[in-house]
């Protein structure tokens, strides 16, 4: 059924809200998919003041956006009214410095490009000059995304990157938007069990999110050790539950960011997907002791409780 016209009025009204909108699993504090945690870590670096809208919390939110924007997936970001598009797009944006200028012109600052300081060892830079002699005119780029995810590969140089010249005489492309992320790393190629490998060391990568099982879960509920969350709506809540868990409302996220920083939270969802983004969250607001729960409550359902309904 097509939007009605008091229906796209109020999806017009929350698009004009404010400059910088972004439609989201979950929110600013807690993504709840790794999509939508990527597009706020990009926003986070551009503005301090954007809006976010849940639309899990709100199905007919979620079905309108999508006839709204004609875009089928989310998250979806707008600026300035206008439809952006979705993560790859915002990537890809941010990549060339284009949404820099989009948000930029909402107010908001944009940072200057510095070459940061990148060590790069002679094995490496040998292994470097043997692989270039394949690359006919491209450039050794080293992307870093705001998970601290390194890719470094022979590419086009893209007009956002900036040079940085090594010790070694290696020249090496990073993205604009990821050098203040690359500041201080350590390229090294070292022997491993599979052979030869480049090894990245980054000093300004946080902490991991730690796996955790659910029968390791259980042992450490029953020993009192972590405090656990369900990020799932409530209408999955209502099918399958563990106890113990804490429906992650704006009660339970002010509850989390008033606890000490080393205090052991866990978050699951379904499968495991979705808690990720919220637990990978959590560490960038300073929390050091953060695990998923891999397989979700499926898992639990499978390996500790039987009785808690699969779906």
Known sequence: MPLTEPQRQKLTEL??????VLFMKGN????QCGFSATVVGILDQLTPSYQTVNILEDPGVRKGMKELSSWPTFPQ????????GGCDIVKDLFASGELQKLVGGSGAP?????PPKVTISPSAAKAFEEAAQDA?????RLDIDPAFNCDLHFGPREPSDVEVKTATGISIYIPGGATGRADGIAIDFVDGPKGAAFKIDNPNEPPRVKRMSAKELKAMLDAGKVQLFDVRPDAERALASIPAARKLDAAAQEHIL????????????????RSRGAAEQLLQAGFTNVYNVEGGVDAWSIDVDPSVARY
């Open 110 to 114: 944009v940072k200057e490009n510095k």
């Open 136 to 140: 006919a005119g491209e450039v050794l």
């Open 15 to 20: 698009v004009r809200s404010n400059p910088v």
């Open 258 to 273: 008033g606890l000490p920083k080393d205090t052991p939270i866990a978050f699951h969802c379904h499968h495991g997907g």
């Open 28 to 31: 600013r504090r807690f993504p």
């Open 77 to 84: 970001l707008y600026v300035k009214g206008e439809f952006v």
